[in-house]
């Protein structure tokens, strides 16, 4: 479709060929000594009229694109295409004329000797040509256009294909060490690793369930979470803790599902393992001016081995939300004073109200604590 033919376009182009035909009635005026009411009859129409020719000059265009034509090529089409639409114009403008001279509205003009045909003709090549010109700038913006939607386009595939990878990733390595604990727990605690299986069962199946969801509130997060430290109490008993502390808007915050699993088993793995006593995993959470924090805290041992596992987890979750909010969201590690701290800040996305909120500007705390 013409870009043109849009009504507003269309209105707008028009409007423009009005001031061409004022400036054809002004050389009307000049050489044949008309009156304006007279030139303007004469010019307004013909002006419109060839408003309408000159809609060709985009097909043209198209016809004869400027990357992969020849230059030549380019040029005679070109000026074929005016001089054969000013030829059109020239015959046309002579039988207006005509026609009005024999309705006495204008007087009667020989129209080769007033110079007429050389003013039409010579005036139309030039307005043609205009057209074309300004019709291969818009074919430029129009292929500019479908490269930045492609682009995107290609970017935005590429985002979701490595979201869909980080994801897949995750998986895995839960339920690697996961199969480990219970294979632990066979020979020492049959009941355990059976109640472990269940558990564990319960919490893929809710995983799964949101397989295909790019973002799942904050308050469903940390559910999987609650699911998480139940299975894994499971093995530690009573060494193993869990609180998770938020406020209602928090909870409403989209975060990508899965992205505190992989922490909170860092905080197991290589926090609570390796000290005697055991200790309490905090999850906090507060939206403020317009960001959402997280923080994971649990208990380390200062001499515990560095670095047992794969590495997989903050790098996980640090290539997730640079993938999803670029420089947006961060995340800090710090230890101190037997404590290890995760720290996540990202853009606070508005979610599914949270349940029992009044619209109060004090947010209602809310303390969960892992069940036996």
């Not at 009005?18 to 002004?26: F, N, P």
């Not at 419109?48 to 694109?65: D, E, G, I, K």
Request: charged residues 20%.
């Amino acid at each position: 479709m013409h870009p043109l033919l849009a009504r507003r376009r269309l209105a707008l182009y028009l409007g423009l060929w009005v001031l061409v035909g004022a400036l054809l009635a002004v050389l009307l005026i000049v050489l044949t000594r008309l009156d304006t009411w007279r030139a303007l009859i004469i010019a307004l129409p013909l002006a419109t009229a060839y408003a309408f020719v000159c809609l060709s000059a985009w097909y043209v265009s198209r016809s004869s694109p400027l990357s992969g034509t020849g230059a030549l090529r380019i040029v005679a089409t070109a000026f074929s295409a005016a001089l054969i639409s000013s030829a059109a114009w020239s015959f046309l403008a002579r039988a207006w004329i005509r026609v009005l001279a024999e309705r006495r509205l204008v007087p009667s003009l020989t129209y080769e000797t007033a110079g007429l045909h050389a003013l039409f003709f010579s005036l139309g090549v030039l307005l043609y040509l205009l057209s074309l010109a300004i019709s291969y700038l818009l074919v430029a913006f129009e292929h500019s256009r479908e490269a930045e939607r492609r682009a995107l386009q290609v970017q935005v595939l590429a985002r979701e294909a490595e979201l869909r990878l980080l994801r897949t990733q995750i998986d895995p390595h839960f339920l690697f060490n996961s199969l480990h604990s219970i294979s632990a727990l066979t020979a020492a605690d049959p009941a355990g690793a059976r109640r472990m299986c269940l558990l564990l069962a319960e919490f893929l199946r809710e995983s799964l369930a949101l397989s295909g969801e790019e973002r799942i509130t904050l308050a469903r997060e940390l559910n999987l979470i609650d699911r998480f430290l139940a299975v894994e109490r499971v093995r530690f008993g009573e060494r193993l803790a869990g609180e998770i502390v938020t406020n209602d808007g928090a909870n409403a915050c989209l975060v990508p599902p899965l992205l505190l699993q992989p922490i909170v088993e860092n905080a197991v793995t290589h926090g609570i393992t390796h000290t005697l006593e055991g200790g309490t995993i905090r999850v906090a959470a507060a939206r403020t001016r317009g960001r959402l924090t997280i923080t994971v805290e649990n208990p380390c041992d200062p001499d515990r081995p560095r670095r047992t596992g794969t590495g997989l987890g903050l790098a996980n979750v640090r290539s997730r939300l640079m993938t999803l909010h670029g420089n947006e969201a961060w995340v800090n590690v710090s230890e101190s004073d037997g404590l290890f701290r995760v720290e996540l800040s990202l853009p606070a996305l508005s979610g599914v109200p949270a349940s029992g909120n009044t619209g109060s500007s004090v947010e209602a705390d809310q303390k969960l604590e892992v069940r036996s």
